[in-house]
């Protein structure tokens, strides 16, 4: 079983940037790809970006590709999202994921709590 921990949400202007942080339980972190999505009200859960077991390749939405930057530091067991040139449409709930198997948009295994990301105009 593995425990998924966001942090890192908060308020912020537009234009401005945050970092996300997942941190994971367990000893088994490498072997996981790891996901962040997000959740808007009133609308469901959608893919924002993935990054591989070595961190190797990343994965991003159109809407979030040459903002938003996802890493990795295994030696941690920490994923991060770093996020600039935030947009109110940005403003969602935000969720890292641990996936066993070699999707990196589907069928993910384990989720965090979320964490609240509001940009304002």
């Known amino acids: 079983q593995v425990q998924l921990v966001e942090s890192g949400g908060g308020l912020v202007q537009a234009g401005g940037s945050l970092r996300l942080s997942c941190a994971a339980s367990?000893?088994?972190?490498?072997?996981?790809?790891m996901g962040w999505f997000r959740q808007a009200p009133g609308k469901e859960r959608e893919f924002v970006a993935a990054i591989s077991r070595s961190g190797g390749s990343t994965y991003y939405a159109d809407s979030v590709k040459g903002r938003f930057t996802i890493s990795r530091d295994n030696a941690k067991n920490t994923v991060y999202l770093q996020m600039n040139s935030l947009k109110p449409d940005d403003t969602a709930v935000y969720y890292c994921g641990g996936n066993r198997g070699s999707s990196y948009l589907n069928n993910y295994d384990y989720w965090g709590q979320g964490t609240q990301v509001t940009v304002s105009s």
């Open positions: 367990g000893r088994t972190f490498s072997s996981y790809v």
